[in-house]
């Protein structure tokens, strides 16, 4: 087998490419970016949780079924919407440092 045919299959198996911190400039400011972008999301959900359970509230005291049951779904889509903003993070990384491990 050639060199250049070795080299090739080499590279089928590991090309060498693996996350690298300050390889770009910027990286701080992209982290400070999504870190904001995080965080207006926490307190628009937490906004939109208040506006839920006020419309849920509203809806059982009035008999409006059809208010209360849409102010119940929007409270579990907040709370979903709230658990994933702030598993962001973790299940990146999970999933990350799991792809690493694949052979």
């Known amino acids: 087998m050639s060199p250049l045919a070795e080299h090739l299959l080499f590279l ?6 693996s996350p690298k911190e ?8 992209l982290k400070t970016v999504v ?18 359970l006020g419309v849920w509230a509203w809806g059982h005291h009035t008999g409006g079924h059809q208010a209360e049951a ?3 779904k929007g409270a ?12 962001a993070n ?11 491990q694949v052979q």
Request: aromatic fraction near 6%; charged fraction near 5%.
């Open 76 to 87: 579990v889509v907040a709370a979903g919407a709230a658990l994933g903003l702030g598993a």
């Open 70 to 72: 849409n102010g119940k």
């Open 12 to 17: 089928a198996y590991d090309p060498g490419v």
């Open 35 to 52: 870190s904001s972008i995080n965080l207006f999301g926490i307190i628009a959900v937490v906004g939109a949780l208040a506006v839920s």
């Open 90 to 100: 973790g299940i990146v990384a999970f999933f990350s440092a799991l792809g690493s």
């Open 22 to 29: 300050g390889g770009l400039p910027g990286l701080s400011v």
